[in-house]
């Protein structure tokens, strides 16, 4: 028997789950990761409590990744990089390039999960102000405060009256070219309004909003929490602008639930940026010669009833490098990708000795 | 060594998954199905065309099927039932109740995928007159109609003129218990939109709704799709009361982007019914003891980064049964069910001989 191993590239929920479901079937797996820790986004980005059961994102992912440490089935490699593919499965060779230089590897499988990176809100949607205006930022410049167990206005460093978050930047946007759903923003900005309505009581926190997309058990256990208990005000409305009065940032557009333009003034204002493929999920789509989808994710093949296994044999996607993904739907699909990388070994006999 | 194998418990699309997952690592499952054939609710209840791929649900669930079969390492037990439950696992003693009598089983590990059931809308809700006229259908009857090709008044068997759907009928709503967002019902009800106005262009079609939760690529693939292609009317409202006049339904309520009252005639009206477990999710979790999330569902360990493990050892959960999931959430986790029922086979040595 050839001796060959599952490799998993991205080391965030979807690629933790994936190493362990793949060692957990007795089967060894290599996982590498670009940056020189585990966790993906909600370590790298300094996520505060995750969506939607608010547990502190650096205890929950350490939780995942201690599941995969010491399991003499796992490498990890951090720092890591696939920097060359060539030749195709069962003879695909891998080209690594890591701390200690480069490195030729033939894995029997690969699960692609390189995730998502955050939507840009300077690059092409000018109206927001988020590189003119200092007190205008995003949800993750908030999850870093949150983190800290603090929030401010970075203009002042001193506590908001009155914050508000915009939804869907960079999300349902045509003119941008990102004409999806994000799927997560919603949750992650009632989320964060929670967190700042509990540290600071005597702030007024708003959330404007197209569609709240609060789906399954986010409804009662984020929305209508948010808004009973936490009193954060949803508004249905449509923000055309956002400029600068004296020291304060004014949002302008229209309430179209009431169906009159409003102007607010706000000490701070979050933009709920969207997802977008990252550069490593591109970068492995083209070196793998994995096809898109029409958005430029990683594209899964028989539509709904299958959701890791690309067209490329072998090569399975998992997580938000297939599509906008909440951490349910990497999880998921991180076990799913595993599962099936693990069968294709077994059906080529490509096991380990 | 024990011979043990994964008992599967429901055959729709989340336990036809984990079936075909587990029988592909190599190890023997058992599916049973309480109805007469496999498929679950897109063959049960007649779906038409999936949602978002618009795949004939037939043809789609019919692969499924088909990999399931003539493999020697899947029994599929249909008209089968779980009537009795003790013991732990390892030991954990199942009863079935088939077409040739009584069987007990010793499975290794368990899967309950027996999902969900639709809302009924006469029970709870009354203001939407299901069970007075004739012309009030759901989501499930307009499908049945749909797979027969047709779309007509029931009242009359015509084509219809106008035809209006109503959303978080049965979900979002306290008064009648049901808290959640059933996730799906949005993504359908577009998806039949489309299917009416693509067979009766001449039939102008509504939708009235608090939220369009079109998430991911739901936006554009279906959403955009349903307003720019087919011309449906996504109408923000909410309505108060079904009545008749003469021989149409009357629609009324108010129209919360335009804020005015609206009473619109209609010669169909569609209740957007949601998700609720399914019996059979509430039996099993009763007799292996499972516990229930708060909104009735079966819950799963370890929020969202633990998709399909529950409190019990050796029990996973997969599916609707763990909440509102669309075709997506349970192929996803029908597969991780199928690792962590396999990989507990293996760890606890109860593999087949």
Known sequence: MLKKNVLVIGGGPAGLEAARGVADLGYPVKIIEKADRLGGMPILADYAALTPNMVNAEEAMGEMIQRIENDELIDICTSTEVIGVSGSSPEINVNLKGPEGEEHIQPGSVIVATGFKHFDPGKETQMYGYYEFDDVITLVDTEKMLKAGKFVRPSTGEPPKQVCFIQCV??????????????????????????????LPDCK???????????????????WKAQEKYKVNFIRGIVTEVTKRGDQVVVKGEDT???RPMEVPMD????SVGMEPSEGTSRMAELFQLPLESHGYIESIGGALNTVVTSVPGIFVAGAAGGPADLEDSV?????AALKAASYLRKTGLLAA
């Open 257 to 259: 639930t009431m169906g």
């Open 332 to 336: 998921s699909m991180g076990g799913a």
């Open 170 to 199: 960079g999300s349902r946007d045509r003119q941008i070219g990102n004409a999806w759903c994000s799927k997560v923003c919603c949750g992650i900005a009632s989320k964060e309004a929670i967190e700042i309505r509990h540290l």
């Open 268 to 271: 701070v204002v979050i933009l």
């Open 205 to 223: 926190v708003f959330v404007f909003y197209i569609d709240m997309r609060m789906y399954g058990f986010w409804e009662d256990e984020i929305y």
